[in-house]
């Protein structure tokens, strides 16, 4: 007979909820921001205070997400244990000293400050790819989502340093290009380099385990990986060196990934085997509707087609807001639940009766976060393009409301661990 | 109402429990649309490559079993066809599958190959050649796990000539098991306490496949929680369920995992010696 693996044991609960939470939170406080930033999200993005705002929403949001989203997700999706949760609590607690310091003195525009926040980031993500790469150690199946994620760690890496240097830089000038050269990189690697092909990576095998379909393979997983791996590179390296040719080049590469996972995206919902979609999978799904025109206008700016401080923050909308954004409140409305319910519930399952995963939700409140949030951000969107201050006001009020409606929904969802308090210690099957 | 172009009352008298499919279809071309409509199993001999194949090893009779359906209304409804006949002839069963009650012992501590064909057949895809392959690649002491979605009576005959012995598990109207092995005599390898990766006797099945987390958990729990000692669960699940493993640990449960296939995993799980069984 073949000999079985032995079984691989998830970190504790507690750990990727604490991440999760504080990225909500970081959420949260972006999206309340986002009504009072209407006049300076109306002009350049280059303003301290909109510096402020992204890192807010890149570090705190996305970012704190990812991490806390791996912790659970890769013992499923890579079948490894995590190192050391230890490692990963200390990890934190670096990274939200130095986001809430990084923020604060953007806000101000404190740079001596600001290196000291960045270098506690660099810290809490060293330490986090210190713990990823001894996780993955000598990993045997390096699987289409294991390659993606380990582009998107490199990425992480590569757009840390980049970060620190630009803010060492403010202080003693020693980076070679233009300003602006600099920033459309270090952005562009945070968002391809990082964001997208962890997404991507974790889509092909989390989605599936929520809408009942096949999990998908073939060429196209080829064309995403390779056109991430070969496009991220070359658009970076042409914003730098600001030529337009290996940043069309970079551009179109990436295009193509995004188009494969749209694709993926397409034939998963298509044949799923689940009859009807849940809010949080709306929202994931909604998200990616807003990546073609956020594939569109980069592939736009890429080749020079336009330009411009509107269009490009817009741009970042649509991708950060719109696609990332979306995506993420979509799969923590999945992910929370399921960590609380097993936290709370799961040492009872099979001795007295326990909810459903269906009963810790809240639909009302998830329903009204979508709409707020969705038309929220495409509003704010169309509002910064046209730099209407009332207009992205407006829309920024929908987006802190469902912002809001989101956070509601997550406080009531962790409710349920204080039936940890109340529940009387379940039968234990083990002899002592 | 299949119109068949012979002299039915005479034609029909000639269809019998051992007619091949090959004879039948031979004399009645029209009976394959009789064949496809009564069961949809019997619609795989449309597909030119098993007709070749498969048609004359395939008796009626054989060909009800590989459906689950009794010989005689096959029979019946073959005659009825072709324009004459009630039943009541000659209606010999097709061979019953083996009991329901796991491979012999002898079979005990082999290494196992697992081929599911199910997909395969149900997407139409021609099985054989994968079944040839792996059968190619089995040492002496290897056995064949193969799954179907109808018992595989040609391939008994077809692997019998290459000296494999087979024992045959139905379990569900559209999931067979199948091992085939060479018998070897000596009963095989004893099992070590956690390499049992087939199901002992009396063990049960639990496919978790196709639901959403965490329910694979819940019904595996609700399941374990009135698993005497000695019993076994066999739980075959799309993936390693990472969060079900400290739940079992914590609950005195020993188990194993093993990959079977592409998205196919399964866990052989059994209650630790002197744990008791958890009540309320």
């Not at chain 1, 998830?10 to 986002?34: D, E, N």
């Not at chain 1, 069309?248 to 995206?265: C, E, F």
Request: hydrophobic share 50%.
């Amino acid at each position: 007979m073949s000999r079985a693996l032995a079984g691989r044991a998830p970190s504790a609960p507690t750990l990727p909820l604490t991440y999760l939470v504080t990225a909500a939170a970081a959420f949260v406080v972006a999206a309340l921001a986002v009504p009072w930033l209407g006049t300076e999200l109306a002009g350049h993005y280059y303003h301290p205070r909109l510096l402020a705002l992204a890192h807010t929403a890149t570090l705190g949001w996305v970012t704190l997400t990812i991490m806390g989203a791996s912790y659970q997700l890769i013992p499923i999706v890579l079948e490894r244990e995590v190192w050391s949760e230890r490692l990963a609590r200390w990890q934190l607690a670096f990274l939200v000293a130095g986001i809430v310091g990084m923020v604060g003195h953007f806000a101000i525009g404190r740079w001596s400050g600001l290196v000291w926040g960045a270098g506690l980031v660099a810290l809490g993500i060293g330490l986090h790819l210190v713990n990823v790469a001894l996780t993955v150690r000598g990993l045997g199946r390096w699987t289409f989502t294991a390659r993606l994620v380990a582009l998107a760690l490199v990425g992480l890496a590569l757009t840390a340093l980049f970060g620190l240097a630009l803010g060492i830089d403010k202080l003693w000038k020693f980076l070679p290009g233009a300003l602006f050269a600099n920033l459309h990189a270090h952005i562009h690697l945070a968002l391809l380099g990082w964001v997208l092909p962890m997404v991507i990576g974790v889509a092909a095998r989390v989605y599936p385990m929520f809408l009942l379909a096949r999990e998908p393979d073939g060429w196209v997983g080829h064309a995403q990986f390779w056109g991430l791996a070969l496009g991220v590179p070359l658009l970076v390296a042409g914003l730098l060196i600001e030529r337009t040719a290996p940043a069309v080049a970079g551009a179109l590469l990436v295009t193509a990934a995004v188009a494969g996972h749209l694709a993926w995206v397409g034939e998963m919902v298509w044949r799923r085997k689940r009859p009807s979609l849940d809010w949080g999978l709306r929202f994931v799904l909604t998200g990616a509707t807003f990546l073609p025109a956020a594939a569109g206008l980069g592939l736009g700016f890429a080749a020079d087609l336009w330009s411009g401080p509107r269009l490009g923050l817009g741009y970042a909308i649509l991708a950060l807001g719109g696609w990332v954004s979306l995506t993420i409140v979509g799969m923590m409305l999945k992910i929370v639940p399921f960590l609380v319910w097993y936290r709370a519930y799961g040492p009872h399952v099979g001795r007295r009766p326990v909810p459903t995963l269906a009963e810790l939700g809240w639909p009302a409140g998830e329903g009204a976060a979508y709409v707020l949030l969705t038309t929220g951000l495409a509003a704010l969107a169309i509002g910064t393009i046209s730099g209407r201050a009332s207009a992205i006001t407006g829309a920024g009020l929908l987006v802190a409301a469902g912002a809001l409606a989101f956070g509601l929904v997550l406080i009531r969802v962790l409710g349920h661990l204080r039936s940890l308090a109340h529940t009387a210690p379940a039968p234990q099957a083990r002899a002592s | 109402m299949v119109r068949c172009n012979c002299h039915g009352a005479e034609r029909a008298g000639m269809i019998s429990g051992d007619t091949t499919i090959a004879e039948l279809l031979a004399a009645h071309p029209a009976l394959m649309d009789v064949l496809a409509d009564f069961h949809p199993h019997l619609a795989q001999f449309r597909n030119r490559a098993r007709l070749l194949m498969m048609a004359p090893r395939v008796s009626v009779a054989q060909a009800a079993g590989m459906a689950s359906v009794p010989p005689g209304e096959l029979l019946a409804a073959l005659r009825r066809a072709v324009g004459a006949g009630t039943p009541g002839l000659e209606e010999r069963a097709a061979p019953a599958p083996s009991p329901a009650v796991g491979p012999p012992p002898v079979l005990a501590g082999r290494r196992t190959v697992h081929l599911d064909a199910r997909e395969d057949i149900r997407r139409g895809v021609e099985p054989f050649a994968r079944i040839m392959a792996a059968v190619k690649g089995l040492q002496e002491e290897d056995v064949l796990v193969l799954r179907a979605p109808f018992e595989p009576i040609p391939l008994y005959e077809v692997l019998g000539r290459r000296g494999l012995a087979h024992w045959t598990e139905r379990r569900a109207p559209d999931d067979w098991a199948v091992w085939f092995y060479r018998e070897t005599g000596d009963g095989g390898a004893a099992p070590t306490d956690l390499e049992p990766a087939t199901p002992a006797s009396g063990a049960s099945v639990l496919d978790v496949r196709g639901l959403e987390p965490p329910l694979p958990m819940v019904r595996v729990l609700e399941r374990l929680d009135g698993l005497e000692p000695g019993q076994e669960l066999l739980v075959i699940h799309e993936r390693r369920p990472v969060f079900l493993y400290p739940q079992l640990d914590e609950r005195g449960f020993v188990y194993e995992t093993r990959e079977a296939g592409p998205g196919r995993v399964e866990i052989l799980i059994r209650r630790d010696r002197g744990s008791p069984v958890a009540r309320g």
